[in-house]
């Protein structure tokens, strides 16, 4: 267990064939370079604007205008930070006050950068980054998203905005004594804050903004200017030095570090080292945008909170370009289109997106709310995607607070005026993603059969073939139950991406793709997803796929699953198609939203009610059924008690055996589900599955 990350090393191959030279330099090297001082050098900086984020002081004033509400809430968060005060992935507000050092001039009180309070355990300092093995260094079972996630520093902009709205000098003030507060116990390659390059990119992304955004603040002096632009310009260093793209495939990690070097570039752009960034940063991204989007517009890593992330990313990229009038190809932009298009049309109805595959709550920036923002949001991305992509339409789904966040990417929305509206109807296929949506005023409706993602290591992917998501009336009843944690919790971290824990069928206890314990981060493929069809009429949405997963058991099956959403009577109809003799124990799991109660009423039916409305769900009286309680991860770290349907029967052992299974609201339960229709839609779906 404690080798299993230089074991995944090992098996990775590089798959970039851009490589960067080895350089090693300092700020003061390349000051001295160019033939500038030190002040002359901070006072230039002062006066461009490098980074998007750095928008006008009319701009500010716009804002504070315009959006009073968010401004006061910009300005309570700020002054909660300069507290200390934080809460992410799944904590309590915690206070991380590091008790072995003395408070600092100013009232500063120096931050614990290496504390996971969840656990209350510290993990230890001083240990050289390549030297780092987390199963044997970390304190008990201490998760180390928790200390990543507070040095990623993505509060700084908070801070930065406050400036800008108040231009008090105590928030300049606190981005300075965090930078080194953070470097004197943190120096570079030197602890658990070194050990993941893609943190050190965000973190630098983030510095960057923050100080871009308190780079006027009179009071702070030249010397403790260039400590933080030096510790900023060190972290460049290092990132270009400790890329991850030495491994089977590149993913979400190179994707922020070089995102994150290419935003530090900006900020250095008149140093010769920072030129050299800036070019094999452009290069990488127009290679990454090819190799980990998909033909469809999905992220490679079978996940759509993912996706979201990789999203931002090259969006963030492509917004820093413009700004330095190198714009990408219009083969990148074309990806964005596709990309945001994938977003758009996986949002329910709440406007939230699922929680399909791996969630860690990543994000590049944080622009609105800060430390209370909904991980499964998807409005920071629409906005500056509308304005970036000029797709205005993109607009109508995120409302005034959507404005907002485009603003802080730096773009003009002083005259622009959003009204918003209900998301449009939808009904589509991914099918290199493997996932299907179907969404209008009442419904809707996620199927998940996708592929074994990046590239077949499946380091996000969840083993949730043929499982689903379905809404009624806006009121969630079948969800995917999210990731909940990684590293720190083997046991609900495998059960999380199990296949018993998603709303499919499990065959003898066993895993669609072959899981191992202690791979958390990998998939093995046995499933091979197949899409069948998937079709569109007035009447009706449906779409049928297959999984072979469970031929490699000794009376192995294959399984077909037919799902036909019927528009005016509101019903999911599902058909379950078994192909091979088998006389497995066979298993469904419906796993309900949070607020879902579950009545088992007659054999074969039993009722669900959420917000005083009443739905069923019909199955073969002969299927034994029990109500079990679970969990549902909407965001990382954050568990909540829900419940589920756990159907069961040993097979017959015949060569092709049919489950149906309805879904819909009460009232229709008897005018439908006894009637001979339903009979000749299961027909009917059965001879669709069973074409191919």
């Not at 030297?131 to 507070?150: Q, T």
């Not at 700004?323 to 406007?351: C, H, I, N, W």
Request: net charge negative.
């Amino acid at each position: 267990m404690r080798n299993l990350f230089n074991i995944l090393r090992r098996l990775w191959r590089k798959n970039s064939a851009i490589s960067p030279p080895s350089l090693s330099t300092t700020l003061a090297a390349e000051l001295q370079g160019v033939n500038t001082t030190v002040a002359d050098w901070l006072a230039l900086l002062g006066h461009d604007r490098r980074l998007y984020v750095d928008i006008p002081e009319e701009n500010s004033l716009i804002l504070r205008q315009r959006f009073p509400e968010l401004v006061a809430g910009t300005l309570h968060s700020a002054d909660r930070i300069l507290a200390h005060e934080f809460q992410m992935l799944g904590s309590d507000v915690f206070v991380p006050h590091d008790l072995e050092r003395q408070t600092c001039p100013e009232d500063y009180c120096p931050i614990d950068w290496y504390l996971d309070p969840v656990s209350n355990l510290r993990f230890p300092t001083g240990i050289p980054h390549k030297e780092w093995d987390l199963y044997a260094m970390r304190p008990g079972n201490a998760d180390v998203k928790l200390p990543w996630e507070l040095a990623r520093c993505q509060h700084f902009i908070t801070l930065g905005q406050a400036y800008r709205f108040s231009h008090d000098y105590k928030y300049a003030l606190e981005i300075v004594n965090e930078i080194e507060d953070f470097m004197e116990v943190n120096p570079v390659g030197s602890g658990v804050n070194w050990t993941c390059t893609m943190d050190v990119a965000i973190r630098a992304a983030n510095w960057a903004f923050g100080l871009a955004l308190v780079r006027d603040a009179a009071d702070v002096s030249v010397a403790r200017w260039l400590s933080a632009y030096e510790a900023l310009f060190d972290h460049g260093v290092f990132i270009f030095a400790n890329f991850e793209n030495h491994y089977e495939v590149t993913s979400n990690h190179y994707l922020s570090n070089i995102v994150g070097l290419y935003l530090v570039s900006a900020l250095f752009h008149d140093l010769p080292v920072a030129r050299q960034w800036q070019d094999f940063c452009h290069k990488s991204l127009e290679k990454e945008i090819t190799v980990q989007i998909l033909e469809d517009g999905a992220d490679f890593e079978s996940s759509v909170p993912y996706h979201r992330l990789v999203l931002e990313l090259f969006l963030g990229a492509a917004r820093q370009a413009t700004l330095l009038g190198e714009p990408f190809s219009a083969q990148y932009y074309a990806v964005l289109r596709k990309m945001t298009s994938f977003v758009s049309d996986s949002l329910r109805p709440d406007g939230l997106l699922p929680v399909v595959g791996d969630a860690d709550d990543g994000r590049l920036h944080i622009f609105t709310d800060y430390g209370n923002w909904n991980p499964q949001s998807g409005k920071h991305i629409l906005a500056p995607a509308a304005f970036l992509l000029q797709d205005s339409s993109l607009l109508r789904h995120v409302g005034e607070e959507g404005l907002w966040e485009a603003a802080w990417w730096g773009f003009d929305v002083g005259d622009v005026t959003v009204k918003y509206e209900d998301l449009p109807p939808v009904g589509k296929l991914y099918p290199q993603a493997g996932l299907a949506f179907y969404r209008d005023q009442r419904a809707y409706l996620a199927i998940s059969n996708g592929i074994v993602g990046t590239e077949g290591f499946g380091n996000h992917k969840h083993n949730d073939q043929l499982s689903f998501e379905f809404h009624l009336h806006g009121i969630p009843l079948v969800v995917d139950p999210g990731s909940y944690v990684y590293t720190s919790d083997f046991e609900a971290r495998n059960l999380f991406r199990s296949t018993r824990y998603h709303n499919t069928l499990c065959v003898a206890g066993e895993e669609q793709n072959e899981m191992r314990d202690e791979w958390i981060f990998r998939l093995f493929e046995t499933a091979k997803a197949q899409h069948l069809y998937f079709r569109e009429t007035d009447q009706f949405v449906e779409y049928g796929g297959m999984h072979v997963g469970y031929q490699r058991l000794a009376k192995g099956v294959e399984h077909r699953r037919g799902f036909r959403y019927l528009k005016q009577e509101e019903l999911l109809v599902i058909v379950d198609s078994l192909h091979g003799k088998s006389d497995s124990f066979l298993q469904w799991h419906f796993h309900m939203a949070t607020g879902v109660d579950i009545i088992l009423e007659d054999p074969g039916l039993c009722g669900l009610k959420n917000n005083n409305e009443s739905f069923f769900l019909k199955y073969p009286a002969a299927l034994s059924a029990e109500v079990n309680d679970v969990y549902v991860s909407p965001s990382y770290g954050v568990r909540v008690p829900s419940k589920a349907i756990d159907l069961s029967v040993h097979s017959s052992g015949t060569k092709n055996e049919v489950f149906l299974f309805v879904l819909g609201q009460v009232g229709n339960v008897g005018r439908f589900c006894d009637s001979q229709d339903l009979l000749h839609i299961q027909n009917d779906i059965l001879d669709q599955l069973n074409k191919i």
